[in-house]
Every structure is written in C-alpha cells, then in structure tokens.
C-alpha cells in the first residue's frame, strides 16, 4: 500500500508542477462588449465576457507556448489517471473509499483550479493548488 500512495504523491506533485508552470505563463487582460443576455444583470454579463475574453486568450496562448501546452497536456493527463483510478476500483474496505473520496477531491481541484486560471482567477487558482498539496500531504500520512 506504500508504494500506492508514493505514486499517488508523484502524480500531485506532476499536476502541481503542471499548473504552477500554466500559471507563471499566462496573465492576460482585456475586456470585450457583446449583447447582455436577458434576464442577467448586466455586471454578471459584462464579467462572463470578461472572463470569456480571458479564456480564449489563454487558450490562444495554449496553442502558441509548446511548454503551456506540454503542462496542459500533463494535468489533462493527470486527470485522466484520477479518473481511471476512482471509477476502476471498487473500495472494499474504509481506507479505499478513503483514498478514493481524496482522489475524488484532488481531480475536482484540478479542475476547478484549471477553469479558475483559465478565466483570469489567478490567486483563486492558486489556493485551489494549495488544496491540492494539503491532500497530497495527507495522503503521504495516511
């Protein structure tokens, strides 16, 4: 069971290092009209084309960064293997389930932290990371 969570820890520190990385390259701004869409205020519309806006620049970076895209493809990557771990493996006792409702965290974190960072929340992103370090820990605890 040891070298489980050994593997567990190097896969963390692979997503990690893959959003750190996402991170220090990209910081966009900018700011884009369109029509609102009915029945929203107008500052939630105007804050989800800015957040829209930010994205496809970022995306657009993605595209252009061969080292953007190699962290993207890494916590893509990451996140399929959490995946294929937690919907895999039947937990047959506490300590599985355990491990697999961490795991359950860690890929929400994930991915919470990409579209967070996707949209321009950069230090949201961040302490999505820290969450996932923290999990990381307590698995190497456990």
Not at 19 to 28: C, N, S, V, Y
Not at 45 to 66: P, T, Y
Request: net charge negative; proline share 1%.
């Amino acid at each position: 069971m040891e070298g489980v969570y050994t593997l567990v820890g190097a896969i963390i520190a692979a997503a990690l290092a893959g959003l750190i990385g996402f991170w220090a390259g990209k910081r966009f701004h900018g700011r884009e009209t369109t029509d609102s869409q009915p029945g929203i205020p107008d500052n939630l519309n105007s804050l989800h084309r800015g957040e829209e806006f930010i994205r496809n620049r970022s995306m657009e970076a993605i595209k252009a960064d061969v080292n953007m895209a190699a962290h993207t493809d890494m916590i893509e990557q990451t996140m399929n293997l959490f995946n294929f771990f937690i919907r895999q493996n039947e937990a047959v006792d506490e300590d599985k389930e355990t491990i697999q409702l961490l795991g359950i965290r860690i890929f929400n974190g994930l991915a919470s932290a990409l579209k967070l960072m996707f949209s321009g929340y950069y230090q949201t992103a961040a302490l999505q990371g820290r969450d996932i370090l923290e999990t990381a820990f307590l698995l190497d605890y456990l």
